[in-house]
């Protein structure tokens, strides 16, 4: 039951994220550095992100998709006591976020502006091991995934402000996701990471430029 009413509370939140229709458009591309910190993880995991984005005067609709580098958590693990194997884990980001801008200020096509936006966010995160002290040729016991992976849905929020030039646009934004299935493991692997988190926090600096302008 509960379940079922997050699904409907995401829906809900779909639907009004695309409510809104314009005479013309402007679509930019860009692309951003990033860095995602769980509330409960200590440090932030960096990557970069690809951005598509659709502009109606002062909304528009994007998408932004978001890979970090893999990072190994300090934790060491006795993986395998009969062969004395230790390890520990690593994490990586992998998400995509949907939302609705909108936009603030008397010329967003030139100079400084600001935005707000509201988001779905869907996160593929992989957990992998990393062993320490194992041979080259070792391979772990089949009861021991060497990978696994974390889904989870989320909705949350950015701030953000922009400078338009001629040749592009410059912005950069903080935001946060909060998760509203929590972390689906996939296996055995992925539920003993210490890096997963039911709230992210975001900061991105990036630049996209105008693509097509249509009416």
């Known amino acids: 039951m509960l379940f079922e009413r997050k699904k409907l509370i995401v829906l809900t939140f779909c639907l009004w994220l695309f409510s809104f229709q314009s005479v013309h458009s402007q679509i930019y591309a860009g692309i951003g550095l990033?860095?995602?910190?769980?509330?409960?993880?200590?440090?932030?995991?960096?990557?970069?992100?690809?951005?598509?984005?659709?502009?109606?005067?002062?909304?528009s609709m994007y998408a932004r998709f978001c890979s970090?580098?893999?990072?190994?958590?300090?934790?060491?693990?006795?993986?395998?006591?009969?062969?004395?194997?230790?390890?520990?884990?690593?994490?990586?980001?992998?998400?995509?976020?949907?939302?609705?801008?909108?936009?603030?200020?008397?010329n967003i096509d030139f100079g400084l502006g600001f935005y707000s936006a509201e988001h779905v966010t869907i996160s593929y995160n992989r957990v992998g091991i990393h062993l320490l002290n194992a041979p080259a040729n070792y391979s772990l016991p089949s009861s021991i995934p060497a990978s696994g992976n974390i889904l989870s849905f989320a909705i949350g929020a950015n701030a953000g402000m922009q400078y338009a030039f001629v040749r592009g646009i410059l912005?950069?934004?903080?935001?946060?996701?909060?998760?509203?299935?929590?972390?689906?493991?996939?296996?055995?692997?992925?539920?003993?990471?210490?890096?997963?988190?039911?709230?992210?926090?975001?900061?991105?600096?990036?630049?996209?430029?105008?693509?097509?302008?249509?009416?």
């Open 34 to 59: 990033d860095a995602i910190k769980g509330f409960t993880v200590l440090n932030p995991y960096a990557g970069m992100s690809i951005m598509l984005e659709r502009q109606e005067d002062d909304h």
């Open 68 to 106: 970090t580098l893999s990072k190994k958590e300090n934790q060491e693990y006795l993986l395998v006591a009969e062969d004395n194997i230790v390890g520990n884990l690593t994490y990586r980001y992998n998400t995509l976020e949907i939302g609705r801008r909108n936009y603030y200020g008397e």
């Open 171 to 215: 912005f950069s934004e903080i935001g946060f996701n909060y998760s509203l299935s929590g972390g689906m493991p996939s296996n055995i692997t992925a539920q003993n990471t210490s890096s997963y988190s039911g709230i992210t926090f975001n900061v991105s600096f990036g630049v996209k430029k105008m693509i097509r302008y249509e009416y």
